[in-house]
């Protein structure tokens, strides 16, 4: 019986006489001319690496859990490298910073570019996967036949990606500064005498696999592996005689003695035999794989690869809402700028839910002009008041992380942090009830704020009378209009809409003709929480003529 040592079966050839072991050198230069490393998430600095003291905090886990963006961050975060998990939840400090992102963004929006990296990305995955059955192997000949694989399908990817997004270069499909930059030393790379030596030495190797042929002896126990001589092809006649049975390409047919990290003990013993019988190709192979092993894949590439992860999980995350009609768009960014404006705001995360469940998503627009700083929402319970909240800070959030956010048309300032008090529930840990807890929140926000801070506030104070709540309310807002910070304050206060030009009003609406429904639409209208009362009262029977009627009676 004959059998091929390769992945693949080839036509007979002499391999006793085959070109000596050589190594290549993997170290020397990483490809003539190679910069310094390219980064598709920070923008170059001065000394031409990639700035990343552009990036701020990440946010905390109070304020991604109010604005519900946390189960969106570990959903993208576990799709990409560890190290990156904390990208979503950190905002950039500078405008070039998000522009810079929101570059790379609309390159992977083109479907050629968006090939281009998943191609490689897949490919690469199978290189690891090449990589890890040659940890787990029994045999150390096998462990060098799977790194020599891993090997071929690293430089089968690397041309790969050079060609692609030289390609989509070329056409202006790929125009942003990072993948501009990324393709460049991609070409580089793939030119330099290290990456030509590794493709050479790779393709020799995978030939001399390929073609390397012997016979396998049955003598009841004993197996004798010798050189193939004029004995008949068992596996060929054997693939012969079912072919028309065949389901399956035909390049699936050669059956390797390497197919996977489980050999068994004979197996094992056969392919060391083999290794004896074909001296200078397993030490060529060996050289290779040792090179390999050392040396790539190039860290540069691997890293940006890495990188464009994140744009990919986060643009598959948005992808379902995009395709059901709700709208994103890269927002416009300013430093110097406190106004905003988005039109058919929607919440993130609470919309991905529903168009999951095939239900409707209701947007809204949201607006500060001039000296305005505050939009405090009022209205019914279940209105939509506080997704109106999320929404606000998820805007501002993901914007000054650079990627497309829930609305479209959006103008936003650069935050560098939004800060958040949300409701809670009283725990036995907070000794001063549930107000005195609030109050601590609300001292560390206002303790925390910068010229560019973001503050939602979400029904503070509700927990205490009226009175209360007003006074505490309009000491909170007169300090962040003092500091002149976008804030969103949801309330059930009325007149804290109505303290100045800073303030604008928000109500959630309800229908006009039965009060008792939630439109969940918030628009800019003067709150009077009384109007809802009388509405609802009289659609039980309980307004002031209705009572007075009935006692008359």
């Known amino acids: 019986m004959r059998a091929a040592v390769g992945e693949q079966s080839g036509g007979a050839r002499d391999t006793s006489a085959r070109t000596p072991a050589t190594s290549v050198d993997l170290s020397a230069g990483r490809g003539a001319g190679v910069s310094g490393r390219v980064s598709v998430l920070f923008p170059p600095g001065a000394d031409g690496l990639p700035d990343r003291s552009v990036a701020g905090r990440p946010a905390s886990s109070d304020t991604l859990k109010d604005l519900a963006l946390d ?32 570059a790379v963004v609309v390159d992977l929006r083109e479907p050629q570019v968006r090939a281009a990296v998943g191609a490689f990305d897949e490919q690469m995955r199978l290189v690891a996967a090449r990589r890890g059955s040659a940890v787990a192997a029994r045999s150390a000949h096998q462990r060098v036949l799977w790194l020599c694989h891993a090997a071929a399908g690293y430089v089968a ?13 070329a056409e202006r499909r790929a125009s942003s500064p990072a993948m501009t930059a990324f393709a460049e030393h991609v070409a580089r790379y793939q030119r330099g005498t290290a990456f030509g030596g590794l493709r050479d030495h790779t393709a020799r190797v995978e030939a001399g696999l390929a073609e390397a042929r012997y016979a396998v002896w049955l003598r009841g126990p004993k197996i004798t592996v010798a050189p ?41 013993q056969i392919l060391d035999r083999v290794a004896l019988l074909l001296p200078d190709l397993f030490a060529d ?81 949201l607006e500060l002009r001039g000296p305005e700083r505050v939009l405090v929402v009022s209205g019914p319970n279940q209105g ?44 036995s840990a907070e000794l001063d009830g549930r107000l005195g807890g609030e109050l601590v929140r609300v001292h560390r926000v206002l303790d925390g704020l910068t010229p560019r801070t973001v503050v939602v506030l979400n029904e503070v104070f509700a927990s205490t009378a ?22 969103v304050l949801v309330t059930f206060v009325d007149e804290l809409s109505r303290l100045g030009p800073a303030t604008v009003s928000m109500v959630s609406l309800v229908d006009p003709d039965d009060p008792t429904v939630r439109t969940l639409k918030v628009v800019r209208r003067a709150a009077d929480g009384r109007a809802y009362a009388d509405a609802l009262a009289t659609r039980y029977g309980l307004s002031h003529d209705r009572i007075v009627a009935r006692v008359v009676r």
């Not at 189960?71 to 998000?98: F, S």
């Not at 990817?157 to 270069?169: C, E, F, Y």
């Not at 596996?235 to 050669?254: N, Y």
């Not at 993901?398 to 300032?413: I, K, N, Q």
Request: proline share 6%; aromatic share 4%.
């Open 466 to 487: 009226v009175e209360d709540a007003r006074f505490l309310g309009r000491e909170v807002l007169e300090r962040l209009i003092a500091a002149d910070v976008p804030t």
């Open 228 to 268: 193939p001589g004029d004995e008949p092809d068992l596996q060929q006649l054997v693939l012969e005689t079912f072919e028309r049975f065949r389901q399956q390409s035909r390049a699936a047919h050669g059956r390797s003695v390497s197919a996977g990290p489980d050999l068994d003990h004979v197996q094992a």
């Open 285 to 365: 192979a060996a050289a290779l794989a040792d090179a390999a092993a050392a040396q790539v894949p190039d860290p540069t590439i691997t890293a940006v690869s890495d990188e464009l992860a994140v744009y990919v999980a986060y643009l598959d995350l948005v992808a379902p809402a995009e395709r059901a009609g709700l709208p994103t768009c890269l927002p416009e960014v300013s430093s110097g700028s406190k106004e905003m404006s988005v039109r058919d705001a929607w919440d993130l995360p609470l919309g991905l839910d529903l168009v999951a469940d095939r239900l409707p998503v209701v947007t809204n627009d």
């Open 71 to 102: 189960g969106v961050v570990e959903r993208v975060a576990g799709a990409v490298a560890p190290e990156l998990r904390d990208v979503l939840a950190t905002p950039l400090t500078d405008e070039r910073a998000v522009r810079y992102r929101q």
């Open 157 to 169: 990817a690397v041309d790969r990606l050079a060609t692609d997004l030289a390609q989509a270069v």
């Open 384 to 427: 939509g008041k506080t997704t109106t909240a999320r929404t606000f800070g998820q805007l501002h959030h993901l914007a000054a992380v650079g990627l497309p956010v829930a609305g479209r048309d959006a103008r936003l300032m650069l935050a560098d942090q939004v800060l958040t008090v949300f409701e809670r529930e009283e725990t």
